[in-house]
């Protein structure tokens, strides 16, 4: 199993991600911090919020969503699963994301977000080792 821990984010190890991850035709919100200064110019628009004011939102410039994600994200990390290996990153990820767009305050209570999730898993499989593999 590899680990991985970046000592920190810089706009060269940033670059990467964000440009296989967002369309650059997206409009990036983030804070102030330098990296985004360096990448914002790069997509069809960039909108920052400056933290160190105490300035959260300006207009429709905010990243209250992705910290309220991430927020759920961690607590879910390191109150369930403690640790999450790169082989199933993406499937933590698009638990949590579940998570969050089926939440309560957007109107779905348990009930119907347990039946989408029951409906999800139809036809998947999800296995350890490979079905083709002895």
Do not use: C, W
């Amino acid at each position: 199993m590899r680990s991985y821990h970046v000592k920190s984010v810089s706009a060269k190890n940033l670059r990467p991600i964000l440009f296989a991850q967002v369309d650059r035709a997206s409009t990036l919100m983030s804070d102030d911090a330098g990296q985004y200064r360096l990448l914002g110019p790069e997509f069809a628009r960039h909108e920052s919020v400056n933290h160190r004011i105490d300035e959260y939102v300006r207009g429709d410039a905010h990243t209250n969503t992705i910290e309220g994600y991430f927020s759920l994200l961690k607590r879910g990390i390191n109150g369930t699963y403690h640790h999450v290996s790169e082989q199933h990153l993406k499937r933590h990820l698009a638990e949590f994301g579940f998570r969050y767009n089926e939440r309560s305050a957007l109107g779905t209570e348990d009930m119907e977000r347990t039946t989408k999730a029951i409906q999800s898993i139809e036809g998947k499989r999800l296995t350890y080792r490979r079905i083709d593999a002895r």
